[in-house]
């Protein structure tokens, strides 16, 4: 077994796209399920609105990249207003339902034969990244030392993605420390209190999945950005799934615990492929062959949810208080 290889890439996982580009999701989950008590199980097509928006406009209609980023933002924050209106007078279940089945309706017509033209189908976009890369300050080489050695290309997506990370955990920090997000976290523990004190708790509800659904649609850029490509299975429920693992392993209701949730998930994921791969080719395991590994990580995965449910579900560095969701 090569434990450098496998070593390096675990430590660099750490740091690595998919670190960056969940962790924007779980923080927007955060906003929604850690300090609202929103059931969105459709973040997934947060992430997919805003990478198409943007594949889209540039590719398709010929708009500059800054538009297609407008263009993505402003298609997330439509979504959340066509999912809140009809559920946030609802009971918490019925907007996990409608989130679920649109974010599986957003993606079939994504990858839909009908619509090929515009979203190009199964195959996806591609071609849309390269005003992005056009600012990028650092010249063509290789950075970093030892491990951590990017390319030119990659290093100016992690810059952004951390910077973006940075500015989404200090925004939240500040609404939460705020009146309005002492409004949420009342909401979520009664909102029947909050409503008899005069607040209007849809209002309050809608700015949170907004707000949320635009952090999340940051990690759709970052993907579309990092592989110069957008793809329709990319972005389907287990995309969701992962992003509430990382919550809540880092802790709901915590700025930074969907960071440190996103770093410990792929570092581990990484390091059990790593494992297992080599294992395998090595002989050590016989069981299973080296295309079975990548699904028995995953197994792992729902196992390891079970377990922190069962036994910690605040996470590692949540407070139980913070989870006593009132889900009418």
């Not at 740091?15 to 969105?40: D, M, R």
């Not at 200090?170 to 939460?176: G, I």
Request: net charge positive.
């Amino acid at each position: 077994m090569d434990w450098n290889t496998i070593i390096s890439t675990t430590v660099k996982a750490a740091i690595g796209v998919e670190t960056v580009l969940y962790a924007l999701a779980a923080i927007g989950l955060n906003v929604h399920f850690g300090y609202t008590g929103l059931l969105n199980f459709g973040q997934a097509a947060f992430m997919a609105v805003a990478g198409y928006g943007l594949a889209v406009t540039v590719t398709v209609l010929g708009l500059p990249f800054w538009a297609g980023i407008v263009v993505g933002l402003l298609a997330a924050a439509l979504l959340a207003l066509l999912l809140g209106i009809p559920t946030l007078r609802l009971r918490a279940d019925y907007l996990a339902i409608v989130t679920i089945a649109a974010a599986e309706i957003i993606r079939l017509i994504f990858r839909s034969v009908a619509f090929k033209d515009v979203f190009g189908g199964s195959d996806g976009r591609r071609g849309f990244s390269d005003g992005f890369y056009a600012i990028n300050p650092f010249p063509a080489g290789e950075y970093g030392f030892g491990w951590f050695t990017f390319n030119h290309r990659l290093l100016w997506v992690l810059v952004v993605g951390w910077l973006l990370i940075g500015l989404s955990c200090l925004l939240v920090y500040m609404l939460m420390k705020s009146p309005w997000g002492r409004v949420l976290k009342a909401i979520r523990e009664d909102e029947d209190a909050v409503r008899s004190l005069g607040k209007n708790v849809f209002s309050y509800k809608m700015q949170s999945l907004v707000l949320g659904g635009v952090i999340g649609a940051l990690g759709g850029f970052v993907y579309g950005l990092a592989f110069a490509s957008v793809q329709p299975d990319i972005f389907g429920t287990e995309t969701t799934f992962f992003a509430y693992t990382i919550l809540i392993l880092g802790g709901a209701a915590r700025v930074f615990g969907p960071v440190v949730g996103s770093m410990i998930f792929w570092v581990l994921l990484v390091l059990v492929y790593g494992v297992l791969s080599g294992a395998v080719e090595a002989g050590y395991i016989t069981f299973m062959t080296s295309t079975q590994v990548g699904q028995f990580r995953f197994l792992l995965v729902g196992l390891g949810l079970i377990l922190l449910v069962v036994f910690r579900p605040q996470g590692i560095f949540g407070d139980k208080r913070e989870i006593a969701i009132d889900a009418r």
